[in-house]
């Protein structure tokens, strides 16, 4: 993954994705590295494979909904960065598409990039605290 800052107020990064890479641990390797404590970001590109979830209110955890082991479009991502416990969580939601113009959706849980991923990342002026909410069971933006 290469990555360039493309302007100072608000700090906005480019971040792109090669062939191989893996997204999610790609943003949190990214968000960890610059000590983001409060951004969002919006991506396109292609994928060899992907994982996506939902969170099942029952069981309070993230479940696997879609595998795929094909390639794909990404058509959409879409997420935030905020502090968990002093360190950055990702939070991201994707739309893929198939070959034949079906689309999946859910929780990025893993993608790996084939052959590119171009990421638009703004960080926030004001700091983002994620706090556990104890219905849901999961870490959340209090303002």
Known sequence: MHHKIIQQQPKTYVLIFDTGDELASGLKKFASEFNLSAASFTAIGALSSVKLGWFDWTTKKYKAAVELEEQVELLSLIGDIALK?????????VVIGKSDGTAHGGHLLK????PTCEVVLTESPAHLQKQFDSESGLA????
Do not use: F, S, Y
């Open 140 to 143: 959340l933006i209090r303002l």
């Open 85 to 93: 416990d002093g360190e950055p969580q990702v939070h991201a939601h």
């Open 111 to 114: 993608a790996v990039v084939r």
